[in-house]
């Protein structure tokens, strides 16, 4: 954590005093972003809207949004007027919505908040930026107190899957039946493998999202003893039934050995809360495989 003490010490001066000043109780704050708004919750927050709200179950699942909240539209197309009649105190977003910014901040102060960016890994800036939000929604020991709790719950699971001695493991989900999304570099799934222990089959390249999209032959190239976790949604559903009729892929070692698994889907694009949830549902399948 030490050096993302000296990081966030450095965000902190950022911090226009405005923002700082904000109070989340009785303030309307919105989130452009899933990963933030899940953060909020986190800190004790419900924001008054969120973006693309009627997927929320789908690519977040939880922690569950609480009734009440106003759905904001899509990020392609976020409603205005709905923004406009909320009459928000704060609006939180990232530089991919940075076109918008003239507008947004017509309508209220905007704090963005940058995750995924080259010269970063998604886990770290996680960190940084959910106390860089707690400063400004005056939740600083909410925070402090949740993510040391984050990291005592990724030491456990670390401690567990130690006991098994893992294979590595290579994370996908699939494109369609020739292709895949794999997963790795400074990503939010590649990061918190690492952080609790497991090495990644995948050694290419990975943009900054964490993730290069492979055709599925080079699946080939991972190491024999690899064990795929496919995450949802599968694309198309019945894919592996289909592969089974790919004499490429009943070649595969980890498909002879029946080491490939499947976890619901998990924000990719999130922060902490999805670091753990993915991390706990990948320990679920090595310590399953090792029984």
């Known amino acids: 954590m030490k050096r993302r003490d000296v990081l966030v010490s450095a965000l902190a001066m950022t911090i226009s005093p405005s923002l700082a000043a904000t109070e989340a109780e009785g303030e309307r704050v919105v989130s452009l972003d899933y990963g933030l708004a899940s953060t909020m919750l986190a800190l004790g927050v419900t924001p008054t809207g969120v973006v693309s709200l009627k997927n929320w179950d789908e690519w977040v699942a939880e922690p569950r949004m609480p009734p009440?909240?106003?759905?904001?539209?899509?990020?392609?197309?976020?409603?205005?007027?709905?923004?406009?009649?909320?009459?928000p105190s704060l609006i939180l977003s990232t530089p991919f919505l940075a076109a918008l910014d003239g507008k947004l901040s017509a309508i209220a102060p905007v704090a963005t908040f940058t995750i995924y960016a080259e010269g970063g890994e998604a886990l770290d800036r996680s960190y940084i930026e959910t106390l860089r939000l707690a400063e400004i929604l005056n939740r600083s020991n909410q925070a402090?107190?949740?993510?040391?709790?984050?990291?005592?719950?990724?030491?456990?699971?670390?401690?567990?899957?130690?006991?098994f001695s893992p294979p590595p493991v290579a994370v996908i989900n699939f494109v369609d039946q020739r292709h895949a999304r794999i997963y790795g570099g400074p990503g939010l799934y590649g990061g918190t493998m690492k952080r609790i222990g497991l090495e990644n089959a995948w050694n290419g390249q990975a943009n900054y999202w964490g993730f290069e999209t492979i055709g599925l032959e080079r699946l080939a190239e991972l190491d024999e003893g690899t064990h795929l976790i496919a995450v949802?949604?599968?694309?198309?559903?019945?894919?592996?039934?289909?592969?089974?009729?790919?004499?490429?892929?009943?070649?595969?070692?980890?498909?002879?050995?029946?080491?490939?698994?499947?976890?619901?889907?998990?924000?990719?694009?999130?922060?902490?809360?999805?670091?753990?949830?993915?991390?706990?549902?990948?320990a679920d399948k090595i310590e399953a495989a090792h029984r």
């Open 68 to 87: 009440g909240v106003i759905d904001l539209g899509t990020t392609a197309e976020i409603n205005l007027e709905v923004l406009v009649s909320i009459r």
């Open 144 to 163: 402090r107190r949740f993510l040391a709790d984050a990291d005592a719950f990724f030491d456990r699971l670390k401690e567990r899957i130690r006991r």
């Open 232 to 282: 949802a949604p599968l694309m198309p559903s019945d894919v592996f039934s289909r592969l089974q009729e790919s004499p490429l892929w009943t070649s595969l070692p980890f498909v002879r050995r029946d080491r490939v698994s499947t976890i619901p889907g998990v924000l990719m694009f999130g922060m902490v809360q999805e670091a753990m949830r993915f991390a706990a549902l990948v």
